[in-house]
């Protein structure tokens, strides 16, 4: 698939996001439109999963922490041939592709290491990866599951932190600063790497593909620019919460070409 080709499925996520939101009249926009890129380069180019074969054990397994960001998920689930109920948090949905409940923040990691850990105790070949967010980094969850993935040699998991440096309605230095987070993940004894564009199909395929070393399970930092695709909405803390109403409904259109 070529990178036209993912941008055009990028473009009919972004609007179909839009849509279901005015739909369900819910809100978290930014944070959905932040990891399409993210999504589709896993879905289409780096996740061993088969639709048709949602039971293979030896499947890699996705889980998105930051279930508030559900409705991008969804969809590409739907454009995978899955059924996904589509809701704004996750409920476990195995032969749709939602391996497990989450919504409230730093409880995915944890869940995601439970499973690589059981996955290396049984000799199950495939990756677990998860999708956090930057402020969800400030959850005590998130350090003991970063602890217990280094204690067990944990090399077939993944954490992919969505980094727009926004958290709630404030920006991530205001609320609770991280510092430097890629040598927290090194002196938690995981391999970091960074992606400076989140929204470059080139730099995240380049990525993802990195393999983990032997023995160290892999973080994976991604600059990504909240509201992305929508640039009146795009780095602005308050379409973390905020719902789409009058005249912002027409910008939300019009830059998604729904009108």
Known sequence: MTDNQLRAIAKKIRAHVLKMILDSKSSHIGSALSIVEILITLYFKILNTDPKNVNDPDRDKFIL??????????????????KPKL???????TKNGIHC???????????????????KQQKIPGKVYVMISDGECQEGTTWESLLI??????????????YNEIQAL??????????????????FNW???????GHSFKSLISSF??????????AIIINTIKGKGIKEFEDDPIWHARKLQGKDIEIGKKKLGII
């Open 101 to 119: 409940t989450t919504g409230s923040l730093g409880h995915g990691l944890p869940i995601a290491t439970g499973m690589a850990f059981a996955r």
């Open 170 to 187: 404030s920006r991530l230095k205001d609320a609770l600063p991280l510092g430097n987070l890629s040598t927290k993940f090194k002196a």
């Open 191 to 197: 391999d970091c790497i960074k992606v400076e564009d």
């Open 149 to 162: 993935g280094s204690k067990h040699k944990l090399d077939n998991l993944v954490v992919l932190v969505d």
């Open 87 to 93: 809701t704004t948090h996750l409920e476990i949905d």
């Open 209 to 218: 593909k990195k393999k983990n070393r032997k023995g160290k399970p892999l």
């Open 65 to 82: 922490s930051k279930a508030h960001a559900s409705f991008p998920l969804c969809l590409l689930l739907k454009e995978k041939g899955l």
